[in-house]
Each structure stands twice: as C-alpha cells, then as structure tokens.
C-alpha cells in the first residue's frame, strides 16, 4: 500500500466517523474535511466521478456550516420559552435525557414542588435543544439548577439567550444569577460570567421597574 492509498483510506475513515458523531456542528464540519481529503485523493487517481460527488458533498457542507455558524447567536433562530415547573413536556425532557443530565450535572436533582422555581425551554422551530432551571437561592440572588443543551446541539450555547434577556430575572428582583455548582464544562466566562469560586457570576442590571421605585 503507497502513500496514495493511505490518503484515500484516512479520508474515507473521517466521513464515516463524522456520520458517528451526534453535534450536528461536528458532524458537518468532520464531513467537510473527510470530502475534502476524497477530492484530493481521487484527482490523483483520476476517477472523476468520485471528485464530482465529494465536490457537490462539501458545497452542501459548507451551506449547512455557514448557516450555523451565521445563526448560533440568532435570537429569531432560538427562542426562549418559559413553561411551568411541574410541565408534563419539561418533565418528559428531563426524563428522556436524565443519563446524559447526570454526566454534565452530577447531583442534579429538580423539585418541582419547591418554591420560588422557574423553567425554561429554549427551541428552534419545534425542536428543544436546551433546559434552564433555576432557584431562588437567596434575597435577589438566582441559583440555576440546570442548564442542559441536547447532543445535537453541545457545539452551540444555546442557554445564552436566557440570560442574554436579563428581564427573566430583573423581574423577578434578581440581581445576580449564579452558575450551576459541579457542573462539567462550564461556558459562562463566554457569556459575560465571572468566576468566583467555583462558580460563575452574571450581575444584571437593575430593572425598570426598579430604576423608576
């Protein structure tokens, strides 16, 4: 086997791992560079068919990127749904992702009987891709409980449009959200977060309400 071959067989083994992964950003972008490599390959060995086929595969990967990539922080693309604590849907969500839950929020526990909750979907078209739950831990202080994104969607930050609409809370009299505790792979320094301790800290601006007292 020459060097040639290995290329070929490298780029054939990239595609078929990019149909294993589950991030649709991932899959799309493992795709792209597999094509890529089956381009180059075949050009070589001048079977223009399979050049054809991978060329049309990546335009249509690079169309799917770019709209991704162009709406990731699109508020029009991803709304937030505030839904009730004890919601038969929000219940069956947790219920269906409850192992992929526990590996990203060990000791994550909801009581939808407690007071002072609030959940949150947040949707693009019919489709969940994120859970926002949170407490009120103290005085003007909001203790998110959980802060969930689906597989498919892990490569974006689809929770930042809770917090980006800061009304969620400031109507509520918070002035302060703090960031789950334990929680693996945290995104908040992303977000405009703080940390301190072991946790990350939003101050929010004082609501209207508030300003006008």
């Known amino acids: ?31 792209l560079v597999g094509c890529f490599v089956l381009i180059g390959y075949n050009a070589a060995i001048e079977v223009w068919p399979g050049v054809g086929l991978n060329v049309v595969l990546a335009v249509i990967n690079i169309w799917y990127l770019r709209g991704m990539l162009a709406t990731r922080h699109d508020e029009k693309t991803y709304q937030v749904v505030e839904v009730g604590v004890g919601d038969q849907f929000l219940a069956h969500t947790l219920r269906v992702h409850a192992a992929d839950i526990a590996r990203f929020n060990p000791g994550f526990h909801w ?69 789950p505790p334990r929680m693996v792979a945290p995104y908040y320094h992303r977000l405009g977060f703080r940390p301190e301790g072991d946790s990350y800290i939003l101050d929010l601006p004082a609501s209207s309400t508030a300003q006008s007292a």
């Open 1 to 31: 086997m020459n060097w040639l071959d290995l290329v070929g067989w490298a780029g054939s083994a990239v595609l078929v791992w990019s149909l294993l992964q589950s991030r649709i950003l991932r899959l799309r972008a493992l795709n």
């Open 111 to 179: 009581d939808p009987d407690a007071s002072g909750r609030s959940a949150f979907l947040v949707v693009t078209a019919d489709e969940v891709v994120g859970v926002v739950l949170s407490h009120a831990e103290a005085p003007g202080v909001a203790q998110i409980d959980l802060d969930y994104v689906t597989p498919k969607f892990r490569d974006f930050t689809p929770g930042e449009f809770v917090y980006r609409r800061s009304h969620l809370f400031t109507e509520r009299g918070f002035h302060r959200v703090v960031s």
